[in-house]
């Protein structure tokens, strides 16, 4: 339960940075970052004979924090480039 459970506190702080990347206009670093994260979350999916019960827990943990963090790097980028909220960055 307690992995689950943080998995998708994971999974919810996500749905935030996209939601604030999308404002942004920056929907290809949404796609790119989802391209880079999909891989390692398969292999996670992958360890399901070892990990058994825990593999969709963990699974879920690694894709969404591997696109959490490529979200998070794209956003701190958007506030540090000093660009006025309506002007496109793509």
Known sequence: ???TVFANMIGAALVLAIQELT????ARTIAVASLAAAPLQLI???TASVTEAFAR???LAVGSG???AGCSRS????YSSGRAADEPVD
């Open 66 to 68: 591997a696109l959490l």
């Open 1 to 3: 339960v307690v992995a």
């Open 23 to 26: 404002a942004a206009r920056r």
């Open 57 to 59: 827990p963990l699974s």
């Open 44 to 46: 996670a999916a992958a």
């Open 75 to 78: 956003i701190a980028a958007v």
